[in-house]
DNA sequence: ATGATTGATGTAATCGATTACATACAAATT
DNA sequence: AATTTGTATGTAATCGATTACATCAATCAT
């Protein structure tokens, strides 16, 4: 007979046990006698329930509660990242909640307001562009020991932060290319000032060096991470008097505009330009053609950027504040958008 | 001189008023003179005073938070409703939560769970696949009033929803399709059982024949709105003595799937056989060949759901129980994909 | 002038769970 | 047998905001 408005006395009163008790039973039951422990969930069962978290977080001081910081909902890069943060927040009984940072800093919302308002107890930041004076803001409020990035991170700080391995993903994509006999070898960068984009800007660089390959200053083009930066892109390539016969993008939507663009002007991919991305998104599995990309392991993300997140909660900052960056492996994904050259 | 841990009553001590003013001052100040309000104002500000959610939540039994329930999040369809919803209740105040039927129905959770769980003052489902053994729960908890659909909905329940109109969507395609030359037009459907997929596949039906269209049963190919399932599609296509010459498909996504095998397989798109969609998702401008599809105004779509939630919420369902489902408009959105018969 | 009405503010109960401290009883130690 | 130690459970204060009700003063009607 399960009713609504269940309290924690109702169960103590069907238990005959009290009030302590009952909450004993539901968060340290190795506390109780095996019978009493016994007694106590059955009531649990029987009344139906449920731990009103209102109450719970008002005498804990805690908000049970995780914010997840995302650059643009919108670009499908993050949903495998939110989804395997949900799923271990789910386990540990915390709610995680998602906001746009694109929409909140056109409302001038401060992001600290989230901790002051007692929202949430953390946060999982995958936006690296947090300015100077917010990050202040956060350390004026000791709030710095609850938030880890993921994906992007903060230039020069030591906050704990989750990645892929950026450097060694640019080269796996160059040596690839390399492999498949290129030689004049672009890069589609991602927005100025990013990490990411220096990283795998750096990778890709360094890479290139090492194989010795020759390097022209136009084959490096600015993008930032868009669909439309690409077709920019190609638009220049397509002037270019000595073109690359390959181009590594920072990212897969990069890529696609880049090779639909490259597609409407008569050049081929990958019969006359060779095509490799970066993230590896649902997507690129279907596009004609289907891209060979560098895969970053986005669920993994999540649920390493979660319980990163959870130790600094559970355990204060002290150990985690000048831990290096717990970095993800990547993985090169062949599949028709680079082939090799001809003759 | 902003110090944390500030509790109402320290504000009332600072403007030497009690708790009951400070309260009042910031939910119904038209109750105080404007003095008394200007004082309880300046403490607050000169404290830095926030108030504690959990408190507040408990006080008045409210959640002042919603749950988001999308049937799969890395579908990248239904990041801009997010982002509508999202958008809609940051002005309230409310809290937005996400989950993902597909990780909890393998935990064999109930969503009726989510509210007794999750304590959340109302619920938007983006999966109209509810059994009605849910439903049924939803009523004994009389948490019906409580939550709205949008997108897809329950079908010959009179639950409040907000829905695309798909039927005149479908209508739109084939209309194209016709005025383009086509009349052999085949329509791969989504899931079976999907009350999308019904009113698409009707609408498509009811207009070819208006048009006086030929049809054959070969032409009406089940899938289930993914990647995959397009592919699928195609294979049958190919494999067809009488071919389609234009195809209408129940998601971008099939239609993505469908077009990379059929040009796989040397059938050119849109040049052999012409495909249009139905979503219009970022990535439908940048495919090659650019999708020709049908429009649902993602962002609008979430926004409404959360303003007839709120609804809901503030005043109960009597009125809304049994009222016509919110109609959002679609729109052709002709790209390079489908284009006029040869000869 | 007296009682009724209105408006502004204060007092204190309340929401429901957690947990420090108190108590009771049993087992172990002397 | 008396004391100590340990284990299981109960009592009640507490978290912080809201709001029904009480109070008081000022205004109004008679």
Request: glycine share 6%.
């Amino acid at each position: 007979m399960v009713q609504k408005n269940v309290r924690i006395r109702d169960v103590a009163k069907a238990a005959g046990v009290s009030t302590a008790t009952v909450s004993r039973a539901l968060s340290n039951p190795e506390l109780l006698t095996e019978a009493t422990r016994e007694t106590v969930f059955s009531a649990v069962r029987s009344t139906g329930y449920r731990v009103n978290k209102a109450a719970r977080n008002l005498r804990t001081r805690q908000a049970r509660a995780v914010l997840v910081l995302v650059p643009n909902l919108g670009n499908p890069f993050f949903s495998q990242i939110i989804a395997g943060v949900n799923e271990s927040f789910d386990d540990r009984g915390y709610s995680v909640l998602i906001a746009d940072t694109k929409d909140h800093s056109a409302a001038g919302k401060l992001l600290v307001d989230y901790f002051l308002d007692a929202q949430v107890d953390g946060m999982i930041c995958l936006d690296g562009s947090i300015s100077n004076k917010e990050l202040l803001e956060f350390d004026e409020n000791s709030a710095t020991s609850r938030i880890v990035f993921a994906c992007e991170w903060v230039r020069d700080s030591n906050l704990p932060s989750v990645r892929s391995d950026n450097i060694e993903g640019a080269r796996l994509a160059v040596r690839h290319l390399f492999e498949l006999g290129h030689t004049k070898i672009a890069h589609v960068t991602g927005p100025q000032d990013n990490v990411l984009t220096h990283a795998r800007r750096q990778g890709m660089l360094e890479e290139r060096t090492r194989l010795g390959l020759p390097a022209q200053d136009q084959w490096i083009i600015r993008g930032d991470f868009s669909l439309e930066s690409g077709r920019v892109a190609a638009e220049k390539i397509i002037l270019m008097d000595e073109k690359p016969t390959a181009v590594f993008c920072a990212s897969d939507q990069v890529a696609f505009g880049l090779m639909s663009t490259l597609t409407a002007n008569g050049l081929r991919v990958p019969e006359d330009i060779s095509v490799i991305g970066f993230d590896d998104i649902e997507l690129s599995e279907y596009y004609v053609p289907a891209l060979t990309t560098i895969r970053q392991d986005r669920r993994g993300l999540g649920k390493k950027a979660a319980s990163l997140l959870m130790e600094c909660i559970d355990n204060g900052l002290e150990s985690r504040r000048l831990s290096a960056p717990v970095m993800v492996g990547v993985e090169l994904i062949v599949r028709q958008s680079a082939t090799a050259m001809r003759g």
